[in-house]
């Protein structure tokens, strides 16, 4: 009797692992990485950080292109070149704001 006993709780653990494994997430075969990160933001995890994180210096690079193309480019006016280039320094500017927003919070002392 002990046997059997010892045999069904094998069986019901087994039953159970095999079920908890069985369980996948609904989008399981969704692989999330750059590309398409940002649909996934919202959970409070440091992937939100590093996503965001990522995007944000790949679209100042792209920033930069675009506004040097803009400056080469024929027609482009002295006064709106520089303009262009205020509104450059500006965003490099409000960029290097919010870097050193962080390293000053954790310098504090409380």
Not at 47 to 74: M, P, Q, T, W
Not at 88 to 105: F, G, N, V, W, Y
Request: hydrophobic share 40%; glycine share 6%.
């Amino acid at each position: 009797m002990a046997e059997v006993s010892t045999l069904n709780k094998f069986w019901r653990c087994f039953l159970l692992v095999m079920a908890l494994c069985s369980f996948r997430p609904i989008f399981a075969d969704e692989v999330i990485n750059d590309s398409n990160c940002m649909q996934y933001l919202g959970g409070g995890g440091f992937g939100d950080f590093d996503c965001y994180e990522h995007h944000a210096r790949s679209l100042e690079v792209d920033n930069r292109k675009l506004a040097n193309s803009i400056k080469s480019a024929r027609g482009i006016k002295g006064a709106s070149k520089a303009e262009l280039d205020r509104y450059m320094r500006a965003q490099d500017e409000s960029a290097k704001a919010c870097d050193l927003a962080p390293k000053l919070a954790y310098d504090m002392e409380y």
